[in-house]
């Protein structure tokens, strides 16, 4: 037995001699003794959401019955007054006959996963739950429910985290506010709620919102604890009552405290929720008959923002009323703005009194989408800056507070309320582990566009061009089964109309542009691909009039596809299953068209399942893949577009699409990337030429999924190599080479993932562990590290660069790397399974033009002398 296992047994005996000489077994008893006060058990989680319905019985052993007073609750207040939490001393105390069931604890925006046993008296209507770690069996959480003698439900719940000690027996608030556990009932006004168990400091973790029905799980003479579909907080239980509703929204109204005094967590609370100095300046925002409601600046406690603090008026000398806090010439702190946006920023508020406390705001701006996939609708967004601050709220249509978010400078700064869909799910309050806390913190600048027009759908994304038309994808960001449309758009890069759409909706994205022929040709499935007549529909790019139209019968399903084009011709590649063949074979064809006219040229037809690559139309053949590596019959064979004959066949080889992660690339406009085929083995990457299949580039690949080129331009790239034995995206041990794309030539090495390269002058800026930075181009030399993460890509533009963030868009100092603004009213997003053309349309630079996507449903485009 080991010495925690003796000291643990130890307390256990100590607490047994207590509990026999001074407990009755009455549940009811009138003693009104407090417990002596106990150190804070350190835990990490609170509220409570069973998993598993199927409790184990681990011994049908009946020690609970209210003659030995083990479930009364002076033995369970003095079993944790003795502080031995653990799973041992609990099982000498109350036995070993508990219900055992796997649970989450919910803390905060987090899970943790518990073993929950379950203690209850079989004559008495009282039961014990512990909450133990499943890590660890450490104690999480425990909770004691009994009736006193009215018959009502009472709740026991030991100090811990947050939780100060109290007399379970004093229900004063409980039986004013007439409270009762289990009741379910709706908040009469939207109000935040906190973790209380998982730090010794309240933790903004929740908001209770009108409307929404939550239960009552636990209460304390100050807190409740409310569960809403499994999502647990602790709520000062006046926030619950009408009584709250009355107290009168003031201010904001400056206060000086005259002598030392404690704030409370509501009018006549016991506990306090924080202590103000004689002298000290605070900010009044409501009033309840001669109480003020507090908003304290100094609320922050390890960055994690608090509530009201309610002190007496004759405590108080009031001042004249505040300047708004993001009012010209006001630079409030991040704190002080913080205590008031935590409290009055719950869902609902006017936007009037959002008004009165911060002013009005600097831009007016667009949300990000808002809606479920196949729909677009974004919110107002009102946006606030100073030199401490970010604070962004969104609007409903009502003018209401949908949802907030407020940064600061510091580590932890970074607080707020997401959007929640009506009925969808319970409002978590986000805290800093899920927010982008390396965000700058930039001043915004309007952008000259010389035109902006909005599509149906929130992301739109660049993806070529053909003449004066640009090929724009508009997506809905929905994947698998929540993927409803997808969109293609051609629109004048002069004026900015939309010539022309076309809607794939479910259906696979298949279509061939001609740049020289300015001509694009659709594959339209007619009742779902290859079960009715299918078309291939061309269309002129510039008007949108339909140039030709061919329908086709496959008289049955097809299992793979491709469509692609070289020069004149375009070629549709599809797989079709050979009918009443018991070995389900299948066969691939090869049609080629006059893309002027439709024309069938020829049809070549192949062993298997294959598809054609997508390419741009200057490369000089179609290539078909066949087979795969993991069936070991991969094969790429080259066909020639005029004739269809084969120009060459490269065999135990795979293709690298735009989809796979080993390799990324800008292959949107011709020129841009080492003009061949890349391709892949089981241990190495290829670049074969186009027009021989000879292979121009080998690169070694240590272990599968060990090494991933990314595509800096036509002359260089970077090949990223794990050298700990694990998979890239799991590997913390990375060497990054930048190769000169003609020769394979190694110029020198940089540690970590470097990607999203860019050429600036004498420099190359990239993504590193993805963090932008700079580097000397001719030997990698460090130059600067802006600090921050670059989702999208890094473009070079009127002299500085610009970044495409989350949802943010920055422009750059390119010599040392400050970020001088934030584009204003720039909403830019990213989806699961992104093909590289989308992930590199957000922003472009095409002949001195700056092209901008978005994920709010517009797309705009932004001369050399558009940017401040």
């Not at 944790?80 to 925006?109: D, M, P, R, V």
């Not at 090495?749 to 930075?773: E, H, P, S």
């Not at 473009?795 to 500085?800: I, L």
Request: charged letters at 25%; glycine letters at 10%.
């Amino acid at each position: 037995m080991n010495g925690k296992t003796i000291g643990a047994l130890a307390a256990a005996l100590i607490w047994l001699a207590a509990a026999t000489s001074s407990c009755t077994g009455d549940s009811n008893s009138a003693e009104k003794g407090k417990p002596a006060p106990v150190p804070k058990a350190t835990s990490t989680a609170s509220g409570l959401a069973i998993e598993s319905a199927k409790p184990t019985a681990i011994s049908v052993e009946t020690t609970l019955t209210s003659a030995n007073g083990k479930l009364s609750l002076e033995a369970v207040e003095a079993f944790f007054s003795a502080g031995a939490l653990s799973q041992e001393a609990a099982k000498i105390a109350f036995g070993t006959a508990y219900e055992s069931e796997a649970a989450s604890l919910y803390s905060g925006s987090d899970w943790t996963q518990a073993e929950a046993w379950t203690y209850a008296d079989p004559m008495l209507p009282t039961s014990l739950k512990f909450f133990w770690s499943a890590e660890d069996e450490h104690h999480l959480y425990s909770v004691f429910y009994y009736r006193d003698s009215a018959g009502v439900e009472r709740s026991f719940v030991p100090p811990m985290g947050a939780l100060e000690v109290y007399d379970s027996k004093d229900h004063s608030f409980q039986d004013r506010f007439g409270l009762r556990i289990g009741a379910k009932f709706n908040v009469p006004a939207s109000s935040p709620g906190f973790d209380m168990i998982g730090q010794t400091m309240p933790v903004f973790s929740y908001v209770a919102v009108r409307g929404r029905p939550i239960t009552l799980k636990a209460l304390t003479d100050t807190f409740a604890e409310v569960d809403d579909d499994g999502v647990t907080s602790w709520m000062p239980m006046w926030y619950l009552t009408e009584e709250w509703t009355q107290a009168k929204p003031i201010g904001p109204l400056e206060l000086t405290v005259r002598n030392a005094v404690a704030g409370m967590w509501f009018p006549g609370a016991n506990a306090e929720a924080g202590t103000f100095a004689a002298g000290e300046m605070a900010i009044a925002l409501y009033e309840y008959g001669d109480w003020y409601g507090v908003a304290k600046q100094t609320y922050l406690k390890d960055d994690s923002p608090m509530s009201l603090a309610w002190i007496r008026k004759e405590n108080a000398d009031p001042g004249e009323r505040s300047v708004p806090l993001y009012d010209k010439g006001a630079e409030s702190s991040f704190r002080r703005i913080a205590s008031v946006a935590i409290t009055e920023l719950r869902e609902g508020q006017s936007q009037a009194r959002a008004e009165a406390l911060f002013g009005k705001p600097r831009f007016v701006e667009s949300s990000g989408n808002v809606e479920e996939p196949g729909k677009l609708k974004t919110l107002e967004v009102w946006r606030y800056e100073n030199v401490s601050s970010v604070l962004t709220i969104a609007w409903t249509d009502e003018r209401r507070v949908a949802e907030y978010r407020l940064r600061g400078k510091s580590a932890g700064e970074d607080f707020g309320v997401d959007y929640r869909h009506p009925d969808d799910q319970p409002t978590r309050a986000q805290t800093r582990w899920e927010t982008q806390s390396d965000r700058p913190l930039a001043p915004s600048a309007l952008q000259r566009f010389e035109w902006r027009v909005r599509t149906e759908l929130p992301f739109n994304f660049l993806v070529g061009k053909a003449g004066d038309t640009l090929i724009v994808a508009g997506e809905d960001g929905g994947f698998s089964g929540m993927h409803e449309t997808s969109h293609l758009y051609g629109i004048d890069r002069r004026s900015g109309k939309r010539l022309w759409s076309h809607d794939f909706g479910h259906d696979i994205h298949l279509y061939a542009v001609s740049e020289k022929e300015r001509t694009i040709v659709f594959y339209e499935p007619g009742g779902g691909s290859g079960t009715g007549t299918d078309r291939l529909r061309a269309i002129r790019t510039d008007t949108g009039k339909q140039i030709w139209m061919k329908e086709q019968a496959f008289g049955g399903p097809l299992w793979d596809m491709g469509f692609t084009v070289s020069g004149n011709v375009a070629a549709f590649s599809y797989t079709v299953q050979n009918s009443g063949e018991k070995d389900e074979s299948k066969t691939t064809y090869v049609d080629a068209r006059d893309i002027r006219s439709g024309k069938k040229l020829w049809t070549k037809v192949f062993e298997g399942t294959g598809a054609l690559l997508s390419q741009n139309g200057d490369m000089p053949a179609f290539v078909l893949q066949t087979g795969s590596l993991e069936t070991l019959d991969a094969k790429l064979t080259a066909i020639n577009a005029g004739s269809g004959s084969t120009k060459w066949i490269i065999r135990d080889r795979s293709a690298i699409r735009e989809w796979d992660e080993a390799l990324t690339f800008d292959g949107r406009f011709p020129g841009r990337v080492p003009s061949g085929y890349w391709m892949k083995s089981g241990d190495a990457f290829f670049l074969a030429d186009a027009s021989t299949g000879k292979t121009k580039l080998t690169f070694p690949i240590p272990f599968d999924r060990g090494a991933r080129v990314d595509i800096v331009d036509d002359r260089r790239l970077f090949l990223q190599r794990s050298n700990d034995g694990l998979p890239l995206y799991d590997s913390k041990d990375v060497t990054s080479a930048l190769i000169e794309a003609r020769t394979g030539k190694e110029l020198w090495t940089v540690k970590g993932k470097a990607d999203r390269g860019t050429v600036d002058g004498a420099r190359i800026v990239f993504r590193l562990d993805g963090k932008l930075v700079s580097v000397n181009l001719s030997d990698g030399k460090p130059i600067w590290n802006a600090g921050f993460t670059a989702y999208g890509n890094i473009v070079p533009y009127a002299g500085r660069l610009l970044v495409a963030g989350w949802p943010d868009v920055y422009l750059v100092n390119g010599k040392d790397g400050r970020v001088e603004h934030r584009l204003a009213d720039q909403n830019v997003g990213y989806y699961d399974g992104m093909p590289s053309r989308q992930v590199f349309g957000n922003l472009t630079a095409l002949d001195g033009e700056l092209y901008v996507g978005s994920s709010n449903g517009f797309f705009g485009k932004i001369g050399p002398n558009g940017l401040r």
